[in-house]
């Protein structure tokens, strides 16, 4: 992704959390967002006792549900020793970030003509998504209220996804329970089209197709917590980076021209060993050519392993399955773009880390990955 890209996404993720979750000020003072305001809302503070829901007979049945996994979660954090309002904390940090992951994912996915348009709303459907008018048409009865069946349009599609991503779409997470407020989550969406804040641009979908936008878009949800985590460090004696501050502290991410040296000099490199007659390193920008290399014993390309033991998003992980994907079609075994992609995925790569948000990502970026091979297949 190159920097006017980046600079649109960064924007776009920040306006996104502080929408959602709140942000602070120049002065070091927390301002809501409006998820915490959808909780307070539902009885629920950082630093007074909840209110009993007998007492909120504005609460819709959702809105009770919602109010039952809070209290839970609350409960069961409390039993760990941590604090009501550090637990209401974490638990509007979690919501946040899964509404924003799950948008923009579906927006990925779109872009790349994976699934219709679910986020990306157009005049020719009166403002709505081309999924959504197309919910409206079937569900009329369900698009009646303040939202014009925006929910109920994104649980069904949440529960469809579910069927390939089950960690990201997981229609029944505890996260997706305390819902954004109509405006706030219309607002959302129309980020993902429209003119960002601060001169960031539009987001157009030259944004949602980079390979590596997931990856970018984590390092940027991640950025304002590691700029204060490395603040804390240098201005507080003895202080450590340590608990839930390691996973925002090494955020980093490897920048493309990196990831392509680092991965056909190793993955390619083994290819070129056992196949010193493949054409396949003429197009590897990176990859050195003069290098000594003794040929390798030649095995199945299924047998041929990459593993990232520190795998983030998985910007090394797309990198090798381009890779992976040519090697077999150089081989020619396997011709069908389903069976090969199945294979790279079942059998060639392996990532670890101790971040399960980016563990999350890697296996949604990969299956994105392999869906657009698909697609392009059947366009052809």
Aim: aromatic content about 10%; hydrophobic content about 40%; glycine content about 6%.
């Amino acid at each position: 992704m190159d920097a006017p890209l980046k600079k649109i996404l960064r924007s776009l993720i920040l306006e996104l959390r502080h929408l959602l979750e709140g942000r602070y000020d120049e002065q070091g003072n927390h301002i809501a967002g409006d998820l915490e305001r959808e909780l307070n809302r539902l009885g629920i503070w950082r630093d007074r006792p909840p209110k009993p829901v007998s007492e909120l007979p504005h609460l819709k049945e959702e809105e009770k549900q919602a109010r039952q996994v809070i209290d839970a979660y609350i409960s069961y954090r409390a039993d760990a020793g941590i604090s009501q309002n550090d637990a209401v904390e974490e638990f509007i940090r979690e919501s946040a970030y899964t509404w924003v992951n799950r948008l923009f994912a579906l927006r990925c996915m779109e872009a790349r003509g994976i699934i219709d348009p679910v986020i990306l709303q157009e005049e020719t459907y009166g403002g709505r998504s081309m999924v959504h008018h197309r919910f409206a048409q079937h569900h009329p009865d369900l698009c009646t209220g303040e939202d014009d069946g925006l929910y109920s349009t994104l649980f069904d599609e949440f529960q469809r996804r579910s069927q390939e991503l089950p960690d990201l779409f997981n229609p029944v997470s505890p996260a997706v329970k305390l819902r954004p407020s109509v405006v706030a989550l219309k607002r959302c969406i129309g980020l993902f089209s429209e003119a960002l804040p601060a001169n960031g641009g539009v987001a157009t979908e030259e944004v949602f197709t980079a390979p590596d936008a997931f990856g970018w878009a984590y390092q940027y949800w991640n950025l304002e917590e590691k700029d204060r985590v490395f603040e804390m460090v240098r201005t507080k004696k003895g202080a450590k980076i340590e608990g839930k501050d390691i996973i925002p502290a090494t955020c980093i991410y490897t920048e493309d021209y990196m990831v392509k040296f680092l991965v056909q000099n190793s993955l390619g490199a083994t290819w070129m060993m056992m196949h010193p007659e493949s054409k396949l390193s003429a197009s590897w920008e990176y990859y050195v050519k003069d290098a000594d290399r003794a040929p390798n014993e030649k095995k199945p390309i299924s047998e041929v392993t990459f593993l990232d033991p520190a795998c983030g998003s998985g910007h090394f992980l797309i990198e090798a399955f381009d890779l992976f994907y040519e090697m077999y079609t150089e081989q020619g075994k396997i011709r069908d773009p389903s069976t090969i992609c199945s294979s790279i995925l079942n059998n060639n790569l392996f990532g670890i880390d101790i971040d399960e948000r980016a563990v999350q990502i890697t296996k949604a970026v990969l299956w994105m990955k392999a869906a657009e091979r698909v697609f392009e297949k059947t366009q052809s």
